[in-house]
């Protein structure tokens, strides 16, 4: 009984070994998992700020767009006020009256 009993504790002593190195190789991809997700952290984070820089871009465009877009209509309206300024005076005094005007 003396020998099984040396047998269990050999076992157990390469069973404890195996249990050590497989703990160790466990925190080592633990480690490397955790280096990765801070990895992926930090370029969320700039993706984030890209998208916000996007979207700041993006505003500043539409705004520059209603701009332009209330400067023509301003334009078109300034046109058509000449046009009928024009329309007025050539009913009057003909083209040549109108044009002396511009």
Known sequence: ?????AQV???????????VSSMGILQGD??????????AEW???ELRER?????????????????LLKRLEEKEKEEMDLRNRLGE???????????REL
């Open 1 to 5: 009984w003396v020998e099984s009993l």
């Open 9 to 19: 504790v050999r076992t157990a002593r390469a069973s404890e070994a195996k249990a």
């Open 30 to 39: 633990k480690l490397m998992a955790e280096g990765k997700l801070r990895q």
């Open 43 to 45: 370029k969320l984070g």
């Open 51 to 67: 998208e916000m820089e996007f979207a700041s871009l993006m505003e500043e465009k539409e705004q520059r767009e209603k701009d």
């Open 89 to 99: 005076k050539d009913k009057r005094g003909g083209f040549a009256a109108a044009s």
